[in-house]
């Protein structure tokens, strides 16, 4: 299982002199980041590839010196939207030919421990989905990206606000085939500018997007997200 991790953006909500770049942004002890890998490698990764933007050396020289229970691949590139960042990451991924599925995620996702394992073995029971969502309660973030499953099943049939009203939002948890692939130039030159667009194009042509129902997790994108991730995990370790 390869994985790989988008962050790519910039982050400029929880930017501050502490912390200028956003996956070095510490929660309860830990850089977003390091949240990830260390989830990643609960998970039995085999190997995981990054993608930072062209201002955000100083994540990789942070974090490549640690140990880590897989090899790690940097890509320095900066991207137009997460979109570019995600097709870029699969292609990497896929680039020896691999199918996949392969397991991608924001870096600014937080959650339980072993949330990413109980993630890869549902998605693993529920078939060879396309894509397959981790999903969680839209909670207080700003803009989620609402899913509505079919009733009694994992397959995803609306996205976005023809899903709404809904219990779930996406996680920024992601397993996914190099099957989407067939759509990247397309969408590319469509001027698609965000992932949740690239999902809800997947969705309109038949490819099979499943969701997962997980633990809650934080999407951290503002200082007050930051108080309230760390609430979570401590309330998550008693």
């Known amino acids: 299982m390869k994985a790989g991790i988008l962050a790519a953006g910039r982050g400029e909500r929880l930017q501050s002199a502490a912390n200028p770049l956003k996956p070095l942004a510490k929660v309860h002890g830990r850089t977003l ?3 990830v890998l260390h989830s990643l490698g609960q998970a039995g990764v085999s190997e995981v590839v990054i993608l930072i933007n062209q201002d955000s050396l100083a994540v990789r020289e942070q974090i490549a010196p640690l140990t880590w ?11 137009p939207s997460s979109m570019h960042t995600f097709l870029h990451l699969v292609e990497t991924l896929a680039t020896d030919g691999t199918d996949g599925p392969f397991l991608l995620s924001t870096v600014d996702t937080i959650t339980q421990p072993q949330t990413y394992s109980r993630f890869l073995r549902a998605a693993h029971a529920a078939g060879a989905a396309d894509v397959t969502l981790a999903l969680t309660s839209p909670g207080e973030d700003e803009k989620p990206l609402l899913a509505r499953l079919a009733p009694d ?7 976005g606000s023809s899903a709404s009203p809904s219990e779930f939002a ?3 948890i992601y397993l996914v085939r190099a099957s989407i692939l067939r759509e990247a130039e ?5 001027g698609l500018t965000a992932l949740r667009m690239f999902l809800g194009r ?4 038949g490819y099979r997007i499943d969701g997962i129902p997980i633990a809650r997790s934080i999407d951290v994108d503002r200082p007050a997200d930051i108080a309230t991730a ?9």
């Open 33 to 35: 980041i390091e949240h």
């Open 69 to 79: 229970p897989f090899p790690m691949h940097w890509i320095v590139k900066t991207t």
């Open 153 to 159: 099943e994992s397959r995803v049939v609306a996205l």
């Open 170 to 172: 996406t996680a920024g």
């Open 186 to 190: 397309a969408a590319r030159n469509d």
């Open 202 to 205: 997947l969705l309109d042509r």
């Open 230 to 238: 760390e609430a979570f995990l401590r309330s998550a370790q008693s």
